[in-house]
């Protein structure tokens, strides 16, 4: 019998990903009492991940250097905002579900706050939320794992994911990334040299 070796650039079937979440969600909805709750589980599961990405996904590229789909470095040592949240909304997104999202957008009312933007985010194209639970956005999973990259790299935010639907994209989900005060002083600081 020959070992089967799978290519670094194997990707993972949709409907692996949809049973695998959909899993989730319906062990998670068992175990708890209100969607602030619910979105609370997610939102920790998916900081786990991320905290494991954040270490993985230079490693891979680093194990593998002639991949093909090598993705940029993360920026190394960044202390500037822009560029972390650039590798977010690009190679992590990429890395994770085949695509950057959608956007990447400053808030024009608070400057402590960005949004990414997907128009049709794949972990949820299955996964039906019940009637009573219509304000839930089972995207609190990518808000964990997004939280998780940017504590890592140093950039402490708050992380939450909203639906937003609009009638070209029902589907659109916005994560909030609301940056703690010293990130913007930081940033700030670097601004002003």
């Not at 900081?47 to 940029?72: F, H, K, Q, T």
């Not at 990429?94 to 024009?108: C, H, I, M, N, V």
């Not at 956005?137 to 402490?156: H, M, T, Y």
């Amino acid at each position: 019998m020959l070992p089967v070796t799978k290519s670094r650039g194997a990707e993972i079937s949709l409907g692996a990903w949809a049973f695998l979440f959909g899993e989730i969600v319906r062990y998670t909805q068992q175990r708890v009492s209100g969607i602030s709750e619910f979105e609370n589980r997610l939102s920790i599961l998916g900081y786990r991940v991320g905290a494991r990405l954040v270490e993985l996904v230079p490693l891979r590229d680093y194990l593998y250097p002639l991949s093909s789909i090598r993705s940029p470095p993360p920026p190394a040592r960044t202390l500037r905002l822009l560029p972390i949240l650039t590798y977010i909304h690009s190679t992590l997104y990429r890395y994770l579900f085949g695509k950057p999202a959608d956007s990447l957008e400053r808030s024009t009312d608070k400057d402590d706050e960005y949004m990414i933007g997907d128009d049709d985010m794949v972990i949820t194209r299955a996964v039906q939320v019940p009637k009573d639970m219509s304000d839930l956005s089972c995207g609190a999973l990518v808000a964990g794992i997004v939280e998780a990259v940017l504590d890592g790299a140093g950039f402490p935010a708050r992380v939450t994911a909203h639906s937003v639907p609009t009638p070209q994209h029902p589907r659109r989900t916005v994560i909030l990334i609301k940056l703690e005060p010293d990130v913007l002083a930081r940033e700030a600081a670097l601004g002003s040299k």
